[in-house]
């Protein structure tokens, strides 16, 4: 299952809401999950299963879709929300990754 | 707290074999499926390989054939025996967990394998 993510690269302030976007190639019904990647560390789930947030992560980051369309949205960037963000499906092995979409400080 | 610690990459010969070797601590590790991902320098991420029991294991296309995946419970420890390795193959290796099989809220550190003459 190919992921497609759009687009590759935002530019945001602090404070606006940005929204990033994976698109299936086939459906992964709510198997989707959205990972932050910052330089020199490891992923960090955010959300699983298209809508849920794992533990830890603030209110302001928030799934939704389902099929073949998913969204990401964080409602008001911090600072440090400025990273790479990977969607990642888990219906079909192999389970695939997006080609990441980078949120970058306007 | 669950910990997951990558060891054993370094810099090989094409057509060289190397063990990858992950040691978790923190977490019931025989309950959990086991998954190795790896990430080229700069680039995206990719699902090589994936243990619950012996009896259910995968692997990519990429490495089906070349690479083994393996675990000890005993020792909570899991490992990723690779042979006949690529340029390709040159990645950061991580090995992932989670609750829910096939997403991984712990990750290692990462451990650089390097394949160059």
């Known amino acids: 299952i190919v992921l497609t993510q759009s687009p590759g690269t935002l530019s945001f302030s602090p404070g606006e809401r940005a929204t990033l976007h994976c698109r299936a190639s086939?459906?992964?019904?709510?198997?989707l999950a959205w990972y932050q990647q910052k330089p020199g560390l490891a992923p960090r789930l955010l959300i699983y299963d298209s809508t849920n947030r794992a533990s830890g992560i603030p209110a302001r980051f928030r799934g939704s879709g389902s099929g073949t369309d998913f969204t990401l949205t964080v409602t008001s960037l911090e600072p440090e929300d400025f990273a790479v963000y990977y969607c990642q499906q888990r219906h079909i092995w192999p389970w695939t990754f997006g080609q990441g979409s980078k949120v970058e400080v306007k | 707290e669950s910990q997951l610690v990558e060891s054993g990459g370094t810099l090989v010969q094409p057509g060289g074999s190397l063990r990858l070797t992950c040691a978790a601590s923190g977490f019931p590790f025989s309950n959990y499926a086991m998954t190795w991902v790896r990430q080229v320098p700069g680039k995206g991420l990719e699902c090589v390989a994936y243990m619950i029991t012996t009896s259910t294991v995968h692997y990519s296309d990429s490495v089906k054939g070349r690479f083994t995946i393996s675990r000890d419970n005993a020792q909570n420890s899991l490992f990723l025996d690779m042979n006949g390795l690529r340029a390709d193959d040159t990645a950061l290796y991580y090995c992932a967990t989670g609750v829910l099989v096939g997403s991984f809220d712990s990750w290692g550190q990462g451990t650089l394998v390097t394949v160059s003459s």
């Open positions: 086939q459906s992964v019904g709510s198997y």
